[in-house]
């Protein structure tokens, strides 16, 4: 059931520190709206705009859907686009449950399918991509071409991960914090701007990249207990996520893979062995949240890839 944005949004948080979704959404031009759908028990928040073939894009940790604000409103030129808050992200429901990225892949197809979609391309960035990935292995039918930002779907690697940094290695230990419960809401709650601020300095090139306005966006949708309780969930469904992914064949819709600094020889080996046609570029002059450090490189790789 798709809801219109002015039916009622969710409950603003404490600080109000950021304009609402639908001012957002405006500023972006391109008739780009922010609209409601119940989907899967819960509620999903996207922002839609342009006219095309659909291009669904879904966000990552610690972001929402603004973190695509950059490439929308070009993209929209050629697409439907359609920047969803994943389940537990945003002006999106958190529910108790349904953090595996296979159910969150299922809230991805239910909206698809509701705003009248039988086939979509779909982009994803960090848990965005997990889901993305899942989406394509669910709903294959579903699925035109992915393009996945940095991250692949969870595999049994992920528990060769140490908890001691190893000299000249990434470290992330926010893997392992997000998996504590009960914990990090405690933690966080009310000062997530200096964990955002921590991880834009740790993973970006130029720090001005995401400015003062994005990273209060960013703090205030994960400053209540609710919204970080949420996100840790995207992290503890990973074993889940190992399971369900061993069933999985090789993606058969087309794969771009664009990788930041770091992950390209990683992402180059792994993608053959996930998909049938995967292709791996590296994006230069970026750290992790390249659609916000390279729009136009990100821009100029998805348009070759996509096409008209």
């Avoid at 892949?105 to 965005?128: K, M, N, S």
């Avoid at 080996?269 to 049938?276: F, S, V």
């Amino acid at each position: 059931m798709i809801e219109d944005v002015a039916s009622g949004a969710p409950a603003a948080s404490a600080t109000q520190a950021a304009p609402p979704a639908a001012v957002l959404a405006r500023s972006l031009g391109a008739d780009f709206r922010s609209e409601y759908a119940r989907v899967g028990g819960t509620r999903l928040h996207y922002v839609a705009g342009g006219t095309g073939s659909p291009l669904v894009l879904l966000p990552g940790w610690p972001q929402t859907w603004w973190q695509f604000r950059k490439i929308m409103p070009a993209l929209a030129r050629h697409y439907r686009v359609i920047a969803v808050d994943l389940r537990g992200m945003g002006d999106s429901g958190k529910p108790p449950g349904g953090y595996d990225k296979k159910t969150m892949a299922g809230d991805i197809h239910e909206l698809v399918c509701q705003l009248g979609h039988d086939t979509v391309d779909i982009v994803g960035h960090d848990i965005g991509a997990m889901v993305a990935h899942s989406f394509a292995a669910n709903h294959p039918g579903a699925t035109g071409k992915v393009v996945l930002l940095d991250v692949a779907h969870p595999d049994e690697s992920l528990y060769q991960f140490t908890l001691l940094p190893r000299p000249g290695q990434p470290f992330l230990w926010w893997f392992a914090f997000n998996q504590v419960a009960g914990l990090p809401e405690k933690l966080l709650a009310g000062r997530s701007r200096v964990l955002i601020d921590y991880l834009c300095e740790l993973n970006l090139d130029s720090a001005d990249a995401i400015g003062d306005r994005d990273r209060a966006i960013y703090a205030e949708a994960y400053s209540s207990p609710d919204a970080i309780r949420a996100a840790n969930g995207w992290y503890q469904a990973f074993s889940q996520d190992i399971i369900d992914e061993k069933s999985y064949p090789k993606l058969a819709a087309p794969v771009l893979a664009l990788a930041a600094r770091g992950n390209h020889e990683y992402l180059a080996d792994l993608m053959p062995r996930k998909a049938i046609r995967a292709d791996v570029r590296k994006i230069d002059n970026t750290g992790h949240y390249l659609a916000e450090e390279q729009p136009g490189a990100v821009i100029t790789e998805m348009r070759k890839f996509l096409g008209p």
